[in-house]
């Protein structure tokens, strides 16, 4: 079955410090999407891709989606402690089906 | 909006005891999914329903675990017997039609 790695687990940063995390799905996906879950709190959606090749950015967070459509990566530039918490990317195999989430990478940043 | 409601909040019940989890999707949603996240497993789908009918159940991991969803507002989970392995955070989440999940803010169960 459809399955979605993400690495690293864990990743502990200085604040003002550079952040990546990585995902490969073992199936050409519909899309890819990325979620963000504070401690204690649950998946907030933040982004979705679609294309091919695609890159989109919000702020200081740079997503990609690569060619073949089964990678993807999450970049964080000059974290700031608003940023801790874990990150989840989630693969649909198809529009409308079901959503796969990866094992997410959990960001420490240090003051 | 009041967000996708689950309840209750936390749960604490002792093994072999059934347990009702429940989520009250955001109105207009007409897909709804349910995890189970664990240190060890991290984010599960354990099923999800579109326009209230099951699509995908093969996460459910074994009899013991039901769901349901009887309206378009309202679906229940169900463990019985529930064992200490299901412990876990169970979210419920909507999805809109732009493909977009909402998680609500999760049950957290402890089974003794």
């Known amino acids: 079955g459809q399955q979605v790695m993400q690495i690293p687990q864990y990743q502990h940063v200085q604040e003002g410090e550079d952040f990546t995390t990585y995902c490969n799905s073992s199936t050409t996906l519909s899309n890819i999407q990325w979620y963000k879950q504070r401690p204690g709190g649950h998946p907030v959606f933040l982004i979705q891709l679609v294309k091919s090749g695609e890159v989109k950015k919000q702020k200081r967070l740079t997503f990609q989606f690569g060619e073949a459509k089964k990678n993807s990566s999450l970049h964080i530039t000059a974290t700031q402690t608003t940023d801790v918490g874990t990150y989840f990317c989630?693969?649909?195999?198809?529009?409308?089906?079901?959503?796969?989430f990866g094992q997410g990478t959990e960001l420490s940043v240090k003051p | 909006d009041a967000g996708v409601i689950q309840s209750p909040r936390h749960e604490v019940t002792e093994m072999g005891q059934e347990v009702t989890l429940r989520c009250k999707p955001i109105s207009g949603h007409n897909s709804l999914f349910w995890y189970r996240q664990t240190m060890m497993r991290g984010l599960e789908l354990l099923i999800y329903f579109n326009n209230n009918v099951p699509i995908d159940d093969s996460g459910m991991p074994e009899d013991r675990f039901s769901a349901k969803m009887p309206n378009a507002s309202f679906s229940t989970l169900k463990i019985q017997p529930s064992e200490p392995r299901d412990s876990a955070v169970y979210f419920c989440a909507s999805r809109t039609g732009a493909n977009v999940l909402t998680f609500g803010a999760g049950s957290r169960l402890t089974v003794l």
């Open positions: 989630a693969g649909q195999g198809n529009q409308g089906g079901k959503l796969i």
